[in-house]
T-cell receptor
Framework: LAKTTQPISMDSYEGQEVNITCSHN???????ITWYQQFPSQGPRFIIQ?????VTNEVASLFIPADRKSSTLSLPRVSLSDTAVYYC????????????WGAGTKLIIKP | EAGVAQSPRYKIIEKRQSVAFWCNPI?????LYWYQQILGQGPKLLIQ????????DSQLPKDRFSAERLKGVDSTLKIQPAKLEDSAVYLC?????????????FGSGTRLTVV
């Protein structure tokens, strides 16, 4: 099972671009990289998932280098409402695959 | 599309009492998960169902925790008897089988306080 390493916390300001990097040195060939966002008193919410290169959706971009040993979640022009905990997971969402959740990165956006 | 429904939202019980949580997954999602999330930590998987069969319950404290998923839809998680260290948020999530595109969908969780 691939373990991930992320910063415990980060601060930024409204309107800035925020990049959160996750290390996953023992990622397996068929593993996907998935990011979740969690607000207080809510369950985690899926943000984005990718396998290689770059993935972009309406809320974020995910950059994955060729060796796939790390990935970077990019949040463009953050607002106060982006203050949350962000989790990076590596694995395959199949019926017998258990994903390990770390403590995540607590992102605080300041005005 | 309706989300994952959980109830109750909050529960306070005394140690050694029993408690049950209920989860209704997204319609059509064959896989259902129960997670325990202690304050300041990431979610920890307790049990995973595929339809109404258990796929993984290796981290479920079976001496006090039990779970079932009747007819492959709703699920209940029970704790009996509860301990102080069971204070946590219990999250239910569901997913389509064999999808790698959209991950899990979580409910809002049940916050359990054992006093």
């Amino acid at each position: 099972l691939a373990k991930t390493t992320q910063p415990i916390s980060m601060d930024s300001y409204e309107g800035q671009e925020v990049n959160i990097t996750c290390s996953h040195n023992n990622i397996a060939t068929n593993d996907y990289i998935t990011w979740y966002q969690q607000f207080p008193s809510q369950g985690p919410r899926f943000i984005i998932q990718g396998y290689k290169t770059k993935v972009t959706n309406e809320v974020a971009s995910l950059f994955i280098p060729a060796d796939r040993k790390s990935s970077t979640l990019s949040l463009p022009r953050v607002s106060l409402s982006d203050t949350a905990v962000y989790y990076c997971l590596v694995g395959f969402m199949d019926s017998n695959y258990q994903l390990i959740w770390g403590a995540g990165t607590k992102l605080i956006i300041k005005p | 599309e309706a989300g994952v429904a959980q109830s109750p939202r909050y529960k306070i019980i005394e140690k050694r009492q029993s408690v049950a949580f209920w989860c209704n997954p997204i319609s059509g999602h064959a896989t259902l998960y129960w997670y325990q999330q202690i304050l300041g930590q990431g979610p920890k998987l307790l049990i995973q169902f595929q339809n109404n069969g258990v796929v993984d319950d290796s981290q479920l404290p079976k001496d006090r925790f039990s779970a079932e998923r009747l007819k492959g839809v709703d699920s209940t998680l029970k704790i009996q008897p509860a301990k102080l260290e069971d204070s946590a948020v219990y999250l239910c999530a569901s997913s389509l089988v064999s999808t790698s595109n959209y991950g899990y969908t979580f409910g809002s969780g049940t916050r359990l306080t054992v006093v």
